[in-house]
């Protein structure tokens, strides 16, 4: 039994492509094991969604993850951790590991007296997770939080950094950042980390960015180790992706992401139900 479960594969959903980021980084740190990807492009973006409706949504993919056994669950978007992770956890027969709390711990650990800086989407924002999370890891102190609604349909669009849109909107949103100069700035949403270089060109050298999803990867990492249930290294792992909106146009955004050609399977978001198949 113990053997069967070391076996299954790593389930991962995001809103969007967004989510290939984690994936990208999961696939580094653990490449040994199988993933199973869904991106629910049909209803991207969560971050301007409600509180009640991400909570729908995310139970709906992490439902459809369930048809594949996994033995631990990602949920690789930052609206939807800090909307619906205690009750996909209390709900979920396996673990589930989200994006705030290991993107707080890594910046905690970098970030010394100076302030901390979050970006993410509207919803991420309004819910207070990361302020909360970072006083809980360090009372007293001082977190900058801008939401940048523009950004994940930007990213999706497949715009990049050198982008003269891309470059206004990020300048127009991080501006208030630029001037309160915090020591680290988590990238609080799965699709910004494609964004990164212009981000740290526009914040500068002396802020260190955190990318939650590298967080959340190692946080699975040490999950899996310390329940005995990480495959042996020495790569060999598959990846298998599904896509509730164009699967095709996910495919090519994917190849860019991950380096390599990645095929992207269609669901329909009325099959995201957890009967296994």
């Known amino acids: 039994m113990e053997a069967d479960r070391q076996n299954g594969c790593i389930g991962v959903f995001d809103s969007g492509l967004g989510g290939l980021t984690v994936v990208r980084r999961l696939m580094a740190e653990l490449p040994g ?27 709906q993919d992490a439902d459809f993850l ?3 056994d996994p ?3 990602v949920v690789a978007c930052n609206t939807a951790s800090a909307h619906a992770l205690d009750a996909l956890s209390a709900a979920l027969p396996v673990s589930v590991i989200g994006m705030v709390e290991p993107g707080a711990r890594l910046a905690v650990t970098f970030a010394g007296p100076g302030p901390i800086g979050v970006i993410a989407t ?6 207070q997770a990361y302020p909360r999370m970072l006083e809980r890891l360090q009372p007293g102190c001082k977190v900058l939080s801008a939401a940048c609604p523009l950004l ?3 990213v999706e669009e497949g715009r990049g950094e050198d982008d003269p849109i891309v470059l206004a909107v990020l300048s127009d949103y991080l501006r208030q950042m630029q001037r309160e100069r915090p020591t680290t700035l988590i990238l609080g949403c799965t ?16 802020t260190r960015l955190i990318d939650s999803g590298w967080a959340a990867a190692l946080a699975v990492k040490r999950q899996l180790t310390q329940s005995h249930l990480a495959r042996a290294a020495g790569g060999g792992g598959t990846l298998k992706c599904f896509a509730t909106d164009n699967p095709q146009r996910l495919s090519l955004l994917a190849q860019r992401i991950m380096g390599r050609a990645v095929e992207v399977n269609w669901v329909g978001t009325d099959e995201l139900t957890c009967e296994k198949v």
Do not use: Q
């Open 122 to 127: 509207e919803a991420t924002i309004s819910s």
């Open 71 to 73: 033995k631990l669950i």
């Open 191 to 206: 699709h910004y980390p494609l964004l990164s270089g212009a981000i740290g060109k526009l914040m500068g050298p002396a």
């Open 33 to 59: 094991e199988d993933i199973v990807y869904l991106g629910d492009c049909a209803r991207v973006p969560y971050g301007t969604k409600s509180p009640e409706t991400i909570r729908a949504f995310a139970r």
């Open 152 to 154: 994940v349909p930007i």
């Open 66 to 68: 369930m048809k594949f």
